[in-house]
C-alpha cells in the first residue's frame, strides 16, 4: 500500500520512528500490515484478541505531516517466563532501511519487562531479511523442523529454524531510538 504520507517522507530524507505499546485502535493498521507480510493474514478481530490476551504488542510509529503512522509492529505470547515471537512485520514500503532492529531491541524490553527470560522464534531458512536482524540481536539456533513452511507453488517446502535469545541480563529500561 502506497500511503500518502512515504513521498514526504522520502523528500524529508528518513522516518523519525518511536516504538510504543499496541492500543485496540492499531489493529485495523497491524492486520492490514500483517496481510501485506504474511500468505496468511490474520484479521482486526484476531490481533484484537491478542491485545486483550495480554500478548505483549509493541507498535513502530513514524512521524508524519499530522499525527503519527504505524508502519511495523512485533507480538509476543508470554507464558511463565518464556515467551515466544509470533511476528513481527514491517509495512512493505518502509523495509530496508534499519527500522526492524530497533523495533525489536524495544519488543525484548516490553518482553522482559513482562517477567519474559527467554525469547523463542521460528523463521523459514530463505528469509534473509529476518535472519540478519535476529542474528544481529543475538538470537542463537537451537532447532531445525524439516519441510515446516510450504514452498510457492510447485516448489519444494522450506525448513524452519527455531531460535533463541536469553533476556535475563538485558536492560529492561526503556529508551528514545
Ligand atoms: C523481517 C523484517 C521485519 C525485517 O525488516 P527490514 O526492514 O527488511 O530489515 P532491516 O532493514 O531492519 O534490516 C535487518 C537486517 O537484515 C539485513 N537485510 C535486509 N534486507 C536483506 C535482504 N534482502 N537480504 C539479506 N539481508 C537483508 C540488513 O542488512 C540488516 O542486517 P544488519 O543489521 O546486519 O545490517 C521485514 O523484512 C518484514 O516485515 N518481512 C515480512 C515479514 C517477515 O518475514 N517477518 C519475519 C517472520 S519470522
Not at 485496540?24 to 501485506?36: Q, T, Y
Not at 525469547?119 to 530463505?126: G, K, Q
Not at 538470537?139 to 535469545?165: C, H, N, Q, V
Amino acid at each position: 500500500m502506497l500511503h500518502w504520507f512515504w513521498p514526504w517522507a522520502w523528500w524529508m530524507g528518513g522516518l523519525a520512528t518511536a516504538i510504543r505499546p499496541g492500543l485496540i485502535s492499531d489493529c485495523e493498521r497491524l492486520a492490514d500490515i500483517h496481510a501485506s507480510s504474511f500468505a496468511h493474514a490474520w484479521s482486526r478481530h484476531e490481533v484484537e484478541q491478542m491485545l486483550l490476551d495480554r500478548h505483549v504488542i509493541d507498535v513502530q510509529v513514524s512521524q508524519a505531516l499530522i499525527g503519527e503512522i504505524v508502519t511495523g509492529f512485533a507480538i509476543s505470547r508470554l507464558v511463565m517466563g518464556e515467551a515466544e515471537l509470533l511476528t513481527i512485520a514491517l509495512d512493505p514500503e518502509t523495509r530496508g532501511r534499519g527500522l526492524a532492529k530497533p523495533l525489536l531491541a524495544a519488543h525484548a524490553q516490553s518482553v522482559r519487562r513482562a517477567g519474559g527470560e527467554t525469547l523463542f522464534l521460528e523463521v523459514a531458512e530463505d528469509n534473509a531479511p529476518a535472519l540478519a536482524l535476529y542474528r544481529g540481536l543475538g538470537f542463537s539456533e537451537i532447532g531445525r523442523r524439516k519441510g515446516y513452511y510450504p514452498g510457492e507453488p510447485g516448489a519444494a517446502r522450506r525448513d524452519a529454524l527455531t531460535m533463541r535469545a536469553d533476556l535475563s541480563g538485558l536492560d529492561p529500561t526503556p529508551r528514545f531510538w
